[in-house]
């Protein structure tokens, strides 16, 4: 298997660099923003412990794999890093990220799972049926810690203000509906995007 | 203490939207965007959110005056030649410190430009302004040949064609005329029933980035181009800084730069100006009163990792700016070109040999499913590659082998 598996690096910017497996890496989605947060989980385990990588949060769905870093360092040093945390985690036995436990309801505001239900309620009663009118979607994959997760799809993937709509509208709407939700993530791979809404084209 | 919030206006079709977004993000700074077409959350009347008529600007400054009475907003940005004059025109009517406002139409129109810098005194193509409606043939006679025939609103050289002789010339007025008879560009208005008709400027072309700060020009990046553009076309594709020019005459060119801005009134904000430099010194092509376009601002970082946009965003707020100089590294971007006859872009093949390209950062497919029409009638890239490296010919270097590795999926257009 290992012989056969492709990774390809695809850098966001300086901090951060999307490592694209050629084949699953976990079936759901996790974010993990610290070491201690990635116990359990061998390749958050193994990426945070990367030397001088100075890694701040890795987030794994599906076949993707990113890595955000403090570091200035170029990512062609830290990503063969990188990348060797994912052959060798997908070498083993044991499952590369275990699944998330919802985190339960405290003192800081409900659980994990109490959140999931109400912003997929959201999603379907407010945010679908506004950007179903630009031919778009948008898909509740988790929530974890209070953070959102989500896709984007139809008209909005790849779309010239999908930005926008995620910091301005989605992120607004939940801010106003659901303040307990710390932040929201775009997992969408805008790049692949073939029907955007608005596509850029201006200089 | 309430935070300062921006209003920042956002055509539909800019490449700039999320560079301009995160940076805010990043610093925390409260936004509202503008767009000249309704959001799909318009109805859910967040204040982050407003849809501006930007086809007036006495209309866009009574509504976004109407919006900053139920939630105010400290000051107005544009990102593109368009929006720069409205939000002059907003922040003029908040009382913000900004450009007047015929400095930034000046800064839009490349006729009203040159009259400007050539009653200055800044060195400028001998130039002169041609009907659309009238028989080139009349106009062909008179031309200072080589010249080059320009559209004054369209940007990206879209439009922009050499000539070096009387049928030559005819050819391009035609072209330029049928271009600007299209659908997607008749709202020039008067400007676009005219062209400029310009003695072509030998020599390398530099396009300087730059933040004017109470008439004082910081110099920001110098990016040389190191693809000819001799003509007949002029599309956009290598920009590597920093200038592998001589000292003294990137020291001529930011002295350019400077008294163009002076010459036209601009005294606030980013500018883009493009120069070329010859035996006779430095030239001034053109200078927009914004930042650099497409996404090539990603190939520049100041001080600790910021970015152009958190640069501009700060200046636009009046909050303290960061180091401007410019990261050590050599940095640059090819804006691909598009490929043959252009086409519908179905897909990329090598983009993972691309990135693997030494000294390479990024490759940035913009286009698929997208129409591509070559120049000077297209206006669209397929996409941005972006590196890194020790010295600016490594740069190029890499710019160029990653393109090597493209391969392209065009489907003929009807």
């Known amino acids: 298997m290992d012989q056969n598996l492709g990774i390809t690096a695809q850098?966001?910017?300086?901090?951060?660099?999307?490592?694209?497996?050629?084949?699953?890496?976990?079936?759901?989605?996790?974010?993990?923003?610290?070491?201690?947060?990635?116990?359990?989980?061998?390749?958050?385990?193994r990426i945070f412990a990367i030397p001088g990588g100075f890694v701040t949060e890795v987030m794994v769905s599906g076949e993707n794999v990113t890595v955000t870093k403090a570091s200035e360092a170029p990512w062609q040093a830290v990503g063969k890093a990188v990348g060797a945390a994912i052959r060798e985690t997908l070498r083993g036995a044991v499952p590369a990220v275990a699944a998330a436990a919802p985190r339960p309801a405290g003192p800081e505001g409900p659980g994990d799972d109490a959140l999931y239900e109400r912003v997929a309620h959201l999603f379907e009663q407010e945010v679908n049926p506004m950007v179903a009118r630009h031919g778009g979607f948008v898909e509740l994959i988790d929530?974890?810690?209070?953070?959102?997760?989500?896709?984007?799809?139809?008209?909005?993937?790849?779309?010239?203000?999908?930005?926008?709509?995620?910091?301005?509208?989605?992120?607004?709407?939940?801010?106003?509906?659901?303040?307990?939700?710390?932040?929201?993530?775009?997992?969408t791979d805008h790049g692949s995007g073939a029907n955007p809404y608005f596509a850029s084209s201006k200089k | 203490?309430?935070?300062?919030?921006?209003?920042?206006?956002?055509?539909?079709?800019?490449?700039?939207?999320?560079?301009?977004?995160?940076?805010?993000?990043?610093?925390?700074?409260?936004?509202?965007?503008?767009s000249e077409r309704p959001s799909t959350f318009e109805s859910?009347?967040?204040?982050?959110?407003?849809?501006?008529?930007?086809?007036?600007?006495?209309?866009?400054?009574?509504?976004?005056?109407?919006?900053?009475?139920?939630?105010?907003?400290?000051?107005?940005?544009?990102v593109d030649d368009d929006t720069v004059i409205l939000a002059t025109a907003i922040n003029l009517a908040l009382g913000r410190p900004t450009n007047p406002l015929p400095a930034v139409e000046a800064a839009r129109d490349k006729f009203l430009q040159r009259e400007a810098l050539r009653t200055a005194g800044v060195?400028?193509?001998?130039?002169?302004?041609?009907?659309?409606?009238?028989?080139?043939?009349?106009?062909?006679?008179?031309?200072?040949?080589?010249?080059?025939?320009?559209?004054?609103?369209?940007?990206?050289?879209?439009g922009v064609i050499r000539a070096d002789d009387p049928a030559q010339f005819v050819a391009a007025f035609r072209r330029i005329r049928s271009l600007l008879q299209g659908r997607e560009i008749r709202d020039c208005g008067p400007a676009g029933r005219q062209l400029l008709v310009e003695a072509f400027v030998s020599g390398p072309e530099v396009a300087l980035e730059g933040l004017l700060e109470k008439g004082r020009l910081h110099v920001l990046a110098l990016f040389d181009k190191p693809d000819p553009l001799d003509g007949p076309f002029f599309e956009e594709t290598l920009y590597v800084t920093p200038s592998r020019l001589p000292e003294d005459a990137q020291r001529a060119l930011a002295g350019v730069a400077e008294d163009a801005a002076h010459a036209i009134g601009l005294v606030e904000g980013p500018v883009h100006a493009e120069l070329r430099w010859n035996d006779r010194g430095a030239w001034l092509l053109e200078l927009a009163a914004r930042p650099i376009g497409g996404r090539c601002s990603a190939a520049l970082r100041f001080g600790t990792d910021i970015t152009l946009e958190e640069v501009v965003l700060r200046h636009a707020l009046g909050l303290p700016l960061p180091s401007l100089t410019r990261e050590p590294r050599a940095?640059?971007?090819?804006?691909?070109?598009?490929?043959?006859?252009?086409?519908?872009?179905?897909?990329?093949?090598?983009?993972?040999?691309?990135?693997?390209?030494?000294?390479?950062?990024?490759?940035?497919?913009?286009?698929?499913?997208?129409?591509?029409?070559?120049?000077?009638?297209?206006?669209?890239?397929?996409?941005?590659?972006?590196?890194?490296?020790?010295?600016?010919?490594?740069?190029?270097?890499?710019?160029?082998?990653?393109?090597?590795?493209?391969?392209?999926?065009?489907?003929?257009?009807?």
Do not use: N
Request: with cysteine; aromatic share 6%.
């Open chain 1, 143 to 187: 929530v974890q810690e209070a953070v959102v997760m989500l896709r984007m799809g139809g008209g909005c993937q790849g779309c010239g203000m999908a930005s926008v709509t995620l910091r301005q509208g989605i992120e607004g709407v939940l801010a106003q509906y659901i303040p307990e939700v710390k932040a929201v993530v775009d997992i």
């Open chain 2, 1 to 34: 203490m309430t935070r300062p919030r921006l209003l920042l206006l956002l055509p539909t079709a800019t490449y700039r939207t999320t560079a301009f977004i995160e940076a805010a993000r990043r610093l925390d700074i409260p936004l509202t965007v503008a």
């Open chain 2, 331 to 414: 940095s640059g971007v090819m804006m691909i070109p598009v490929p043959g006859q252009g086409g519908m872009l179905r897909g990329v093949k090598g983009t993972e040999r691309a990135r693997a390209t030494p000294g390479v950062d990024d490759v940035v497919i913009t286009a698929t499913g997208q129409k591509l029409v070559p120049w000077p009638e297209g206006s669209r890239y397929p996409g941005f590659i972006f590196a890194h490296g020790a010295r600016p010919e490594d740069v190029e270097f890499a710019l160029r082998a990653a393109h090597r590795q493209l391969e392209w999926e065009l489907e003929p257009l009807d």
């Open chain 2, 123 to 158: 060195p400028v193509p001998d130039f002169a302004l041609h009907d659309l409606g009238l028989d080139p043939a009349t106009h062909a006679g008179t031309a200072p040949y080589p010249c080059v025939l320009k559209p004054l609103r369209l940007a990206g050289s879209r």
């Open chain 1, 11 to 45: 850098p966001v910017d300086v901090h951060k660099c999307k490592f694209v497996v050629s084949e699953p890496v976990f079936a759901g989605v996790r974010r993990f923003t610290s070491a201690a947060e990635a116990q359990g989980s061998p390749l958050a385990e």
């Open chain 2, 44 to 78: 859910a009347r967040l204040d982050t959110l407003v849809t501006l008529d930007f086809s007036s600007v006495p209309r866009t400054v009574d509504q976004a005056l109407a919006f900053h009475r139920d939630s105010p907003v400290t000051a107005a940005l544009g």
